[in-house]
């Protein structure tokens, strides 16, 4: 069975080891929490502000113990390891449980559905984005918290990158999935690979192009210094970090922490994607110095793209959950108009 003997040897270990029970009771919660971010890097101080904010909103009485850089288990493994008991909650991302149900993809990265973190927030927030969530998450003994989505990818290229007929036969690197899916629907040749080896794929030609992440963290990976091209403000991938809890843990949360948390999490959602649009703001300034040029597409080919992508999820999603995650997104962006 999936993980068994894995877990209970680590139940049995995390037994002796952590010395930090889970504790719910009508004054105090204390959580054991995994993510896969360091406590060096910029998204680990910010999961260390959001363990300060909620201390401080249930005045201490909400304590969390972090294991940063995917201490305990593997990363792919949190979500099973806060079922099992060994964790009680995962902090990394939904999507790394697709092969549970397709659904979870459609609770992070939506592969360019949403435009901006606003909008994927505003479906989770005021189009029962929790409750359609829950569905699936509750099927599984987990509660969902919330989301903390940076903001969208942008890739390098070499040549102009102004519209869908700019990408075709394009060869660049891509993540697996439903990635994969809408961009070979496109007429792309998609390429798996690892970040670290894009620089060296490309100068080789195996990659004509390539995206990492924001346009901060692709000029951080020099690509800039290969392509000279770029997407910009980026429209076709939003990682998107979750914070999940079992259902246990959570049912036995008094509502003010219950509510604490759901808070601090929009809080931190906030804090992050203003901050990525602070660094994006004075990376492109960077840019437009060293003249890299910025191609914005038009409402029409995002339109065009958003069709695409809607069409992929649709093939992707092969589940009941999966479509009726897929229909909540449809519907609330087709209510504005963003998609027909």
Not at 77 to 91: K, Q, R, V, Y
Not at 144 to 164: D, L
Not at 179 to 184: A, P, Q
Request: with cysteine; charged share 20%; proline share 3%.
């Amino acid at each position: 069975m999936r993980l068994v003997k894995r877990i209970i040897t680590l139940v049995s270990v995390a037994a002796v080891a952590f010395g930090f029970a889970t504790l719910t009771s009508a004054e105090n919660t204390s959580l054991r929490i995994q993510t896969h971010f360091t406590a060096e890097s910029i998204s680990g101080k910010m999961v260390a502000d959001f363990i300060e904010n909620v201390g401080a909103m249930s005045n201490d009485e909400i304590k969390i113990q972090m294991f940063y850089g995917s201490a305990i288990t593997k990363t792919a493994e949190t979500f099973d390891a806060a079922i099992a008991g060994i964790l009680d909650c995962d902090m990394t991302d939904g999507s790394y449980q697709t092969s549970r149900d397709p659904a979870f993809q459609f609770s992070s990265d939506l592969v360019g559905l949403y435009s901006t973190p606003q909008e994927q927030m505003a479906w989770l927030i005021h189009a029962n984005g929790y409750d359609a969530l829950n569905v699936l998450y509750n099927a599984h003994d987990m509660e969902f918290i919330g989301w903390w989505i940076p903001g969208p990818a942008s890739f390098s290229s070499s040549k102009s990158v102004g519209g869908i007929a700019d990408v075709k036969d394009w060869r660049f690197r891509s993540s697996s999935g439903l990635s994969n899916t809408v961009f070979t629907n496109l007429g792309t040749s998609p390429i798996v690979i690892n970040s670290n080896a894009i620089p060296g794929a490309i100068l080789t030609g195996i990659l004509d192009d390539a995206y990492a992440a924001t346009l901060t963290e692709t000029s951080e990976l020099a690509l800039y210094d290969i392509g000279n091209s770029t997407n910009f403000p980026g429209f076709y991938s939003m990682p998107t970090s979750h914070l999940a809890c079992r259902k246990g843990v959570w049912d036995s949360m008094p509502s003010n922490h219950q509510a604490i948390l759901k808070n601090g999490m929009q809080a931190l959602a906030l804090k992050n994607n203003t901050m990525t649009k602070i660094k994006k703001d004075l990376t492109t300034k960077i840019l437009l110095e060293n003249e890299v040029y910025f191609y914005k597409w038009t409402e029409e080919e995002l339109y065009r793209y958003r069709s695409t992508v809607k069409s992929s999820l649709v093939e992707f999603a092969t589940t009941a959950a999966a479509k009726t995650l897929i229909k909540s997104h449809v519907s609330f962006l087709t209510d504005l108009n963003l998609l027909e």
